[in-house]
């Protein structure tokens, strides 16, 4: 497709389970942001790559949550030993360019995460 | 990044014109002024950018201050489709890490 894909659109899971979240960026585009966004709040910056290097992790809330970027285009955000609280929408953006200039970000539909 | 301050609700009517202002008094001379929106159970989706001269889309205009302290985006016209979330994001040109807040969430009322 187009657009930025993202796997699953939503995944249901119980506390303690490892979860896999898969987004495919738009053919070509460099960058790639990972948010997570809880019910009813703002998005949350996890990770940036620039191509397969995430200069960037500060975001991750906890050592339990890793990504990785193989390729320069397929990423996953790996959870592991989920939590109740890691429940939220988890949103990829991806951007020709850097974004820091003019750089537009094209966001993926998001991965609804419940962990019961 | 450069800290953004909008309110964070406003109401609006449809057909009426909307200003959604931003504030970003630390913006330094290198930073872009992007603005986004997230419409309900989707994910953000780009308006509009600019550094200096006020901007216009076919979506949104984008008056920014002389000082660059603050902007507004301009809804000249609104619809009902227009009822999301607008944040005001400055990325920084150094570290390319986008930082969005809590935003504005506009209600337009038929």
Redesign the interface.
Known sequence: GAGVSQSPSNKVTEKGKDVELRCDPISGHTALYWYRQSLGQGLEFLIYFQGNSAPDKSGLPSDRFSAERTGGSVSTLTIQRTQQEDSAVYLCASSLISPGGTGELFFGEGSRLTVL | DAKTTQPNSMESNEEEPVHLPCNHSTISGTD?I?W?RQLPS?????VI?GLTSNVNNRMASLAIAEDRKSSTLILHRATLRDAA?Y?CIL?????????????TRLQVFP
């Open positions: 872009y992007h986004y989707q994910g953000p989706e780009y950018h979330v944040y990325p920084s040109y150094n570290t390319d890490k986008l930082i969005f807040g809590t935003g």
